[in-house]
Structures are given as structure tokens and as C-alpha cells.
């Protein structure tokens, strides 16, 4: 009689809890692949405008930033969207709850953001906005005192339906947003993974990029060695340009100049470089096709200084003019370029025979790993922006060579800055 009981509460109790958490990574799906596709679909038909006629570079900037603060003003509550700092704020103990209207908010920002040149990405809006999928669940009296669990849940979900690989959304959970596993935890987590990458498979997501990978020579191993520690070092100056513009951005009194100045900053540097517009994906698919066949000559050359140069400036401008986003499209940008640069330079000057294609997927993990302090995320997510495991273990060198220089040089990251 004494055990019959309790048995039968445990087994209401995490069943409760495992339907909370299969809807939260379903709905957290359903949102990460429907803001994607429609990411997808609407920046390239106004990139395409943009690149035939060089007055929507002007236009498209100033529109997109300004529609943001009328929807933010009259339909999101005149709060300005803080990105992962909010989910930070409602996973502490003593933090706020994600309000509803941030799904919306965040959704539609993140959207209007990149198809009209803003040179970020959804992927923080799309965590920001499973991860409240998430804090309105555990608002329900039974899951209240798991709403870390199931904000963590809303993340997972959505970052597997990003990028094609709950590993990649379970990594990332643990660490970046909770940095701890218990029972509870694993349970939501699995689960909202579960459900997520299934309705992925359901859907048939292709990978991002589609690269063919057949090896890697053990030789590169130190090559790769060194362009993690580049990676690292270049990640600093994306972490601290953002950091400087948005405290800049945040000295105007006046929205009206701060989206005017935003706005022409980011126009003048497209017109300059038309690969920084938006996510920059489609300047990354590009170059992969032609990566191997590449040389270097003074127009590569100032291509891809430029692109390193300007990327941090353009990603931090957008964020500080009021863009929604995050580091994680600019990270992967970033270190698609500088891989390729690093590969070319090997080759010309040192005749060492590495693979360009090879160090542009390195660079992107190893420039993501940098910026956020989370190799194993880098690992898998990049392996699933791919859906090719040939390089797994220079990914793994990158990755934590990248982390490590950063971390020793500079101890925050964009997201770990904004706990302070």
C-alpha cells in the first residue's frame, strides 16, 4: 500500500512532463523550419533584386529596420528584443518569464532583419522564440518548477530543425543556455530532440550546403591546427565589434537616427560587398563550388579581406540599429571565408597541398566553436549543415583549438557578456 502510490504519482508525473516536452519540440520544429524556409525563399528574391538594381540596397535596409520599430512600438510593447540575454534572464531562478508575444516578435524581426539585408541570421530569433514556446508551457501549475527544463526543450527543438541534427540542439542547450544535466533535463531534451528530427525526416530537409567530401590528408592535421588558432583570434574582433557598436548604438536618443545611420552604414558596405547581404549563405554556396579550383589573385585577395573585415562591422551595426539576430549566421559566414583564405594563402606560399572545400566547413566550426565558447555544438552542427561526417575529427581539432585560444585571450563570449 505505501509504494503502490507513489509509483503511480512518479509515472503521471513524467508523463506529463514527456508530453509537455513532445509538444514543445514539435511546435519548436514546426517554427525553426517555417522561419527558415521563408528566410530562404524571401531573401533571395529581394537579394536578387537588390544585386540588378543597386537602389534596393539603399531601399531595403532603411525599410526593414524601420518596419521593425513600428511593429515593435505598436504590436510588441515597445520592448526592444534582447536575444539570448532574455533567455539567460528567464532560465535564473529569480528571472522573468518569456512573455507570449515574444514568439511573434521575434519571428517576424528575425525575418524582416535578413530579407531586407541584415547582415545576421535567425538562428537566435529562433531560439529566443522555441525557448518561449517553452516558458509559456511551464506556466501550466504541475511543470512550473521545471521551466528551465522546458525552455531548454523549446531550444533543442528548434536548433534540430535548423540545422538537421538534434545533437547539435542538445549540445547547445547544455553548453550555452543550462551548462548542467539531471534527470529532468535529459528527459525534455530527448524528447523535444525526438520529435523534432523526426519531423525533419518527415519533411525530407536537405542540408544547407551541399558539399562533396570524400577525405582529408592526415598531413593538414597541423594546418588545421593553425586555423583554429586564427579562428579564434579573428573571433574576438566579431565578439568585440559587436559589444562596441551596441554600446554606441545605445548613445542615441533618437530611434530615427539611430535606424538612419544603421541603415546607410549597412547599404554603403553591400554595395561595397553584395556577399554580406543577409545571412551571407548564398555567397558560402558559391564559393563552394568553385573552392578547390580557386588561386589566389589581387581580386581574391581584397574579396575576402574585405568580407573578414567588414562582417563583424555590418552583423554589429544591424544588431545596434535594432536588427534581431545573433552571431551564429556571421560565425558560420566568417569562418567559411576565412577558411578558404587560410587554405589559398597555405597553398600559394607554402605549397602544402590542402583542400580548400575541407577548410571552408573546418573554418565554419571552428569559427562558430570561437564565438560562442561551444565546440561539440560547432561539431555536430556544422556535420549536419553538411550532412557529412568525412571530416569529424579536424572538426573536432578546430573546434576545441578555436574555443580555447578565444577563451584564453578573452573569457566571454557575446552571449556570456550579457549575463554580466
Given at each position: 500500500?505505501?509504494?503502490y502510490?507513489?509509483n ?7 508523463t506529463?512532463l514527456?508530453?509537455?516536452s513532445?509538444?514543445i519540440?514539435?511546435l519548436?520544429a514546426l517554427?525553426?523550419?517555417s522561419l527558415?524556409?521563408?528566410?530562404e525563399?524571401?531573401?533571395e528574391?529581394l537579394y536578387?533584386?537588390?544585386i540588378?538594381n ?8 532603411a525599410f526593414?529596420l524601420?518596419?521593425?520599430y513600428?511593429l515593435r512600438?505598436?504590436l510588441?510593447k515597445k520592448k526592444?528584443n534582447k536575444?539570448?540575454k532574455e ?6 531562478a529569480?528571472?522573468?518569464?518569456l512573455?507570449?508575444?515574444?514568439v511573434?516578435s521575434?519571428?517576424?524581426?528575425g ?6 539585408g541584415?547582415s545576421t541570421?535567425?538562428e537566435?530569433?529562433?531560439v529566443?522564440a522555441?525557448?518561449t514556446?517553452g516558458?509559456?508551457?511551464s ?5 512550473q518548477k521545471?521551466?528551465t ?8 527543438g ?11 540542439g542538445l549540445?547547445f542547450?547544455?553548453?550555452?543556455v ?7 533535463q535529459?528527459i ?12 525533419v525526416?518527415?519533411l525530407?530537409?536537405?542540408p544547407l ?7 582529408w590528408?592526415?598531413y ?5 591546427v ?6 579564434g583570434l579573428?573571433?574576438?574582433y ?11 548604438f545605445?548613445?542615441f536618443?533618437s530611434?530615427?537616427y539611430?535606424?538612419?545611420?544603421g541603415?546607410v552604414?549597412?547599404?554603403?558596405m553591400v554595395?561595397?560587398?553584395p ?7 548564398h555567397a ?5 563550388i568553385?573552392?578547390?579550383k580557386m588561386?589566389l589573385?589581387?581580386?581574391?585577395a581584397?574579396?575576402l579581406i574585405g568580407?573578414?573585415l567588414?562582417?563583424p562591422?555590418?552583423?554589429s551595426?544591424t544588431?545596434g540599429?535594432g536588427g534581431?539576430?545573433g552571431v ?5 559566414f566568417?569562418?567559411a571565408?576565412l577558411g ?12 602544402a597541398g590542402v583542400i580548400?572545400?575541407?577548410f571552408m566547413v573546418?573554418g565554419m566550426?571552428a569559427?562558430?566553436s570561437?564565438?560562442?565558447?561551444a565546440p561539440l555544438?560547432a561539431?555536430?552542427l556544422?556535420?549536419?549543415?553538411t550532412?557529412?561526417y568525412?571530416l569529424f575529427?579536424?572538426?573536432i581539432?578546430?573546434s ?5 585560444t578565444a ?5 566571454y ?5 550579457a549575463k554580466k
Amino acid at each position: 500500500m505505501s509504494t503502490y502510490p507513489i509509483n503511480q504519482y512518479f509515472k503521471l508525473y513524467y508523463t506529463k512532463l514527456i508530453a509537455a516536452s513532445l509538444v514543445i519540440g514539435f511546435l519548436a520544429a514546426l517554427l525553426g523550419i517555417s522561419l527558415k524556409h521563408l528566410t530562404e525563399h524571401y531573401e533571395e528574391i529581394l537579394y536578387s533584386r537588390a544585386i540588378a538594381n543597386s537602389v534596393w540596397i539603399i531601399v531595403f535596409p532603411a525599410f526593414g529596420l524601420s518596419l521593425i520599430y513600428i511593429l515593435r512600438q505598436y504590436l510588441f510593447k515597445k520592448k526592444e528584443n534582447k536575444g539570448i540575454k532574455e533567455v539567460f534572464d528567464a532560465t535564473d531562478a529569480n528571472g522573468n518569464r518569456l512573455p507570449a508575444y515574444k514568439v511573434p516578435s521575434h519571428f517576424i524581426n528575425g525575418l524582416l532583419t535578413v530579407i531586407f539585408g541584415g547582415s545576421t541570421g535567425v538562428e537566435v530569433s529562433t531560439v529566443v522564440a522555441t525557448a518561449t514556446i517553452g516558458s509559456v508551457t511551464s506556466e501550466k501549475s504541475f511543470l512550473q518548477k521545471y521551466r528551465t527544463e522546458l525552455i531548454c526543450a523549446g531550444v533543442v527543438g528548434g536548433i534540430t530543425a535548423l540545422f538537421n541534427t538534434p545533437l547539435a540542439g542538445l549540445f547547445f542547450a547544455y553548453e550555452v543556455v543550462s551548462k548542467k544535466l539531471h534527470k529532468e533535463q535529459i528527459i525534455c531534451n530527448l524528447t523535444a530532440a525526438g520529435i523534432a528530427f523526426g519531423f525533419v525526416l518527415i519533411l525530407d530537409e536537405a542540408p544547407l550546403f551541399g558539399v562533396n567530401i570524400t577525405h582529408w590528408n592526415v598531413y593538414a592535421l597541423p594546418w588545421f591546427v593553425l586555423l583554429g588558432i586564427i579562428a579564434g583570434l579573428n573571433s574576438l574582433y566579431l565578439t568585440k565589434s559587436v559589444l562596441f557598436f551596441k554600446k554606441q548604438f545605445l548613445k542615441f536618443t533618437s530611434a530615427q537616427y539611430k535606424i538612419l545611420v544603421g541603415a546607410v552604414s549597412i547599404s554603403i558596405m553591400v554595395l561595397l560587398l553584395p556577399q554580406l547581404y543577409g545571412e551571407g549563405y548564398h555567397a558560402i554556396k558559391e564559393s563552394i563550388i568553385s573552392a578547390n579550383k580557386m588561386v589566389l589573385t589581387p581580386y581574391i585577395a581584397f574579396t575576402l579581406i574585405g568580407i573578414l573585415l567588414l562582417k563583424p562591422i555590418i552583423t554589429s551595426v544591424t544588431l545596434g540599429a535594432g536588427g534581431d539576430g545573433g552571431v551564429f549566421a556571421p560565425g558560420i559566414f566568417l569562418g567559411a571565408f576565412l577558411g578558404l583564405f587560410v587554405a589559398i594563402l597555405l597553398n600559394t606560399f607554402f605549397d602544402a597541398g590542402v583542400i580548400p572545400l575541407n577548410f571552408m566547413v573546418a573554418g565554419m566550426a571552428a569559427m562558430l566553436s570561437a564565438s560562442i565558447h561551444a565546440p561539440l555544438t560547432a561539431l555536430f552542427l556544422v556535420c549536419g549543415l553538411t550532412n557529412n561526417y568525412t571530416l569529424f575529427v579536424p572538426l573536432i581539432v578546430v573546434s576545441f583549438v578555436a574555443k580555447y585560444t578565444a577563451q584564453y585571450v578573452f573569457p566571454y563570449t557575446v552571449y556570456s557578456f550579457a549575463k554580466k
